[in-house]
């Protein structure tokens, strides 16, 4: 598929459809209950269909305002699209099954399915940390704001990514040295700065846009986005402060 227009709007219908599986199975979650928290429920189908559809939809716009071919836009946004569906099905999976969906190895499958979903996810830091680098290699476009916004969402997606990378090596560690119901909680500490921090790329931009459509002058507009990340920056350090003062 190489009509950028047609890629788009794949990732975006992608997108609106893992929202929607994270809707329903929050449906689901209604009328099964059980518990909202572990390693076995039905808030990992839920927070992470709404996670990757929102994180989906938005990596397609923001990388519109980057200076990167349309060929390898399109390519790497594909890729992206593909492992965001991976990542929430195997998820998703695991919750019918009703067994934990990472750090898994209690069979074959099993543990199919956790190596899966971990190798996802090294595509995906991988994907989004060349996003990353374009942004700062070359100014993004758009209207006032819009280049600091971009920039300050990867940055700090960025971290968002490696505190996912910490929760993952911390519970393989802990799998493999045979502490498996330590694994499952070790990861607490480091979620508030991972969800803090993932959709700062699409917050930033998302106000630098509504911001280019008020009366303001772009001087103005720029010192609200970049009080915003100031903001941003400020939630993010108070999230690894408190990871650093969880953690065991």
């Given at each position: 598929m ?10 975006h ?12 199975h929050l ?9 909202w ?13 709404l996670?990757?559809?929102?994180t ?19 390519a ?12 929430v ?17 209690a ?23 060349v ?13 006032a ?8 969402g ?7 990514l ?33 969800g ?13 846009w509504?911001?280019?459509?008020s ?8 010192r ?16 690894g402060?408190?990871?650093v003062?969880?953690?065991?």
């Amino acid at each position: 598929m190489k009509n950028p227009r047609a890629v788009d709007r794949l990732c975006h219908a992608t997108g609106l459809l893992l929202v929607l599986s994270g809707l329903v199975h929050l449906g689901v979650f209604a009328v099964d209950g059980g518990p909202w928290d572990g390693p076995v429920s039905w808030r990992k189908p839920v927070t992470f269909g709404l996670s990757f559809g929102v994180t989906l939809i938005a990596i397609t716009w923001v990388t519109s305002y980057l200076r990167v071919g349309p060929r390898l836009r399109s390519a790497l946004l594909l890729v992206f699209a593909a492992d965001c569906v991976v990542e929430v099905g195997g998820i998703t999976l695991q919750a019918w099954r009703r067994v934990p969906s990472h750090l898994n190895t209690a069979t074959p499958f099993d543990t199919a399915v956790s190596m899966t979903l971990a190798v996802g996810g090294g595509v995906l830091v991988a994907l989004l940390t060349v996003f990353a680098v374009v942004s700062f290699r070359h100014r993004p476009t758009g209207p006032a704001g819009m280049p600091l916004a971009v920039r300050s969402g990867f940055a700090i997606l960025l971290v968002a990514l490696a505190s996912g990378a910490a929760m993952i090596a911390r519970g393989v560690v802990l799998t493999r040295t045979g502490h498996q119901e330590a694994a499952y909680h070790s990861t607490a500490p480091l979620k508030p700065l991972h969800g803090v921090n993932l959709h700062a790329v699409l917050v930033l931009p998302a106000l630098a846009w509504l911001l280019s459509r008020s009366p303001w002058n772009e001087r103005t507009r720029g010192r609200i986005v970049a009080a915003a990340v100031g903001c941003y920056t400020a939630a993010v350090a108070g999230a690894g402060a408190w990871a650093v003062l969880t953690y065991r």
